[in-house]
């Protein structure tokens, strides 16, 4: 029953500590911006340098 007593103090203890965390996170504006990082996938294709656009060349050839 001991064990009980201290599995219910630890559970509740954690879920404090990630109300905080949770807390703090949306006061710093963590989650502000939800949109642009799911919209920003989309262009990854367009971006290019000029080492990736390059083709390696065959050993053989």
Known sequence: ??????????????????LIIF?????KGQFEDDES???R???DDEVKTDKETKTPKNENE
């Open 1 to 18: 029953m001991e064990i009980l007593y201290l599995m219910i103090i630890c559970s509740v203890s954690l879920a404090v500590i990630f």
């Open 41 to 43: 996938i989309l262009f």
């Open 23 to 27: 807390i703090i996170g949306a006061k």
């Open 37 to 39: 990082p799911a919209v």
